[in-house]
């Protein structure tokens, strides 16, 4: 088999065409291809794109976007929209979707791949990975002992000019509507409130970890995935920074659920599916374990990167990805003077 790989920065196409079952099928596979919308990692989008490809035949077209992007341009172009499968890397993104009921239910079968805790209550889409919240912290300035309890503590005045966020990212967005559904809509914008006078804004995770490291920040709400990625390269972004798991059910111990589905508007739907099935199942969920990635495999009995600590010890809290609301966070945030 060979794979074609064409693309710009904005759509990139696989197909695979078939060496044995001759020219009439590769064609006719080429016809019921599927266009996803990645607001995953492009990295990843493309490691399951390729696979699944390689694997079924099926033709995979990822346009690249962010999660708000994607879900507001799905939202506009309702009936009409060309996608046929929505990736994102957070929950809030796949909600607003949801809301505007644009998806398609999630197969039963493939529900079935993932536990309950890692999708949706009313099965309308699905978790096709998930990451934690983490302190990331420069080891050589901060012991164990100095070290915040949970992430409500760095409202504290003790804490102003020594931490950092990614405020304009879906990830940070994520973590606060996860603290909005735990303590409320007081607490939260109280806390955003604090925040502003503490911290320090960055853009992107990698850069905030980025700074950590350099020295010019003692810590950053961020995503573990940004340090085991770095380590597993030549480390240099993160050589002096370590994680901090909140654990504890704090809010700062949030998993929060990368979402997978099929677009009701989809002329695909089947492909959809199995696309879908196969990223909750072996293939997709292999990929999270043995890739660079690095994010937590969340397929029923399906081992993650063994560099990542175990998922079942991060004592995270329960959060119900459908109640985790995009625009009551983004008008705190605004309020705030974060946005
Ligand atoms: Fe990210």
């Known amino acids: 088999m060979t794979i074609s790989f064409t693309g710009s920065a904005g759509a ?3 197909a695979a065409l078939f060496a044995s079952t001759g020219a009439t099928a590769a064609l006719a596979q080429e016809d019921i291809g599927i266009v996803v919308y990645n607001a995953q990692h492009e990295s990843l989008g493309v490691a399951w794109a390729e696979a699944f490809t390689k694997e079924t035949g099926i033709k995979v077209t990822l346009r690249k976007g962010s999660d708000m ?39 039963a079968d493939t529900l079935a791949q993932v536990p309950e805790n890692f999708r949706p209550s009313n099965g309308h889409w699905i978790g096709v990975a998930a990451r934690s919240t983490v ?55 109280s806390w955003l409130t604090s925040m502003k006078e503490n911290f320090t804004a960055y853009k992107g995770n990698s850069t905030a970890m980025k700074a950590v490291n350099a020295g010019e920040i003692e810590g950053a709400v961020i995503y573990h995935y940004y340090y085991f990625g770095d380590q597993a390269k030549t480390g240099e972004n993160s050589k002096n920074v370590a994680l901090h798991f909140f654990k504890n059910e704090d809010p700062g111990a949030f998993v929060s659920i990368s979402g997978g589905g099929v677009l009701a508007s989809s002329q695909h739907k089947e492909n959809a599916q199995k696309f879908l099935a196969w990223l909750t199942g072996k293939g997709g969920q292999g990929i999270l374990r043995d890739g660079t990635s690095f994010e937590y495999a969340v397929g029923n009995g399906e081992a993650s990167n063994k560099a990542l600590p175990a998922l079942s010890d991060l004592q995270y809290p329960k959060v119900d990805p459908a109640t985790l609301n995009s625009a009551k966070v983004t008008d705190l945030m605004t309020a705030a003077g974060l946005l």
Do not use: C, H
């Not at 506009?76 to 949801?98: C, H, I, K, R, Y």
């Not at 300035?141 to 003790?158: Q, R, Y």
């Open 69 to 107: 992007e994607f879900a507001n341009q799905i939202v506009q172009e309702g009936a009409a929209s060309p996608a046929d499968v929505f990736l994102t890397e957070n929950s809030p993104a796949m909600s607003l979707v949801d809301g505007a009921g644009l998806f398609e239910p999630v197969a």
């Open 12 to 14: 990139l196409a696989f």
């Open 135 to 189: 302190f990331a912290y420069d080891k050589t300035k901060l012991t164990e002992d100095k070290l915040p309890k949970s992430m409500l503590d760095l409202a504290d005045p003790s804490w102003k000019g020594r931490w950092a966020a990614s405020p304009s990212g879906a990830d940070f967005q994520a973590i606060v509507s996860a603290l909005l559904s735990l303590k409320g809509e007081e607490a939260t914008a």
